[in-house]
């Protein structure tokens, strides 16, 4: 099992910047595949963006070049600096660890964390 706790979330103004976090509860960047989702009301789930064990990212077209993930693997834990933020990213933001080899699928959950975009 992996627990993941967001934090960093917030109401900030449009144009505005937020830093999220996600500290995982074991070391698990070296073989999962770490993501940010999120989800508006009314709306599915959505990918903000995933970076692999080896460091591959991708970033849903509506966040690049305003969004980077990174990760710090001393401290366990994944960020999202979000920048140049507008109302559409309102959403709460969930922190995902998906690990797959043969019949082996894991995957996790944090419970979110909600950013608001608003004047």
């Known amino acids: 099992q992996v627990q993941l706790v967001e934090s960093g979330g917030g109401l900030v103004q449009p144009g505005g910047s937020l830093r999220l976090s996600c500290v995982a509860s074991?070391?698990?960047?070296?073989?999962?595949?770490m993501g940010w989702y999120r989800q508006a009301p009314g709306n599915q789930r959505e990918l903000v963006v995933t970076i692999t064990n080896g460091g591959t990212t991708n970033y849903a077209d509506s966040v690049k070049g305003r969004f980077a993930i990174s990760r710090d693997n001393a401290k366990n834990t994944l960020y999202l600096q979000m920048n140049s933020l507008k109302p559409e990213d309102a959403a709460v933001y969930y922190c995902?660890?998906?690990?797959?080899?043969?019949?082996?699928?894991?995957?996790?959950w944090g419970q979110g964390t909600q950013v608001t975009v608003s004047s």
């Open positions: 995902n660890a998906a690990f797959s080899y043969g019949n082996i699928k894991n995957n996790f």
């Open positions: 074991r070391n698990i960047f070296s073989t999962y595949t």
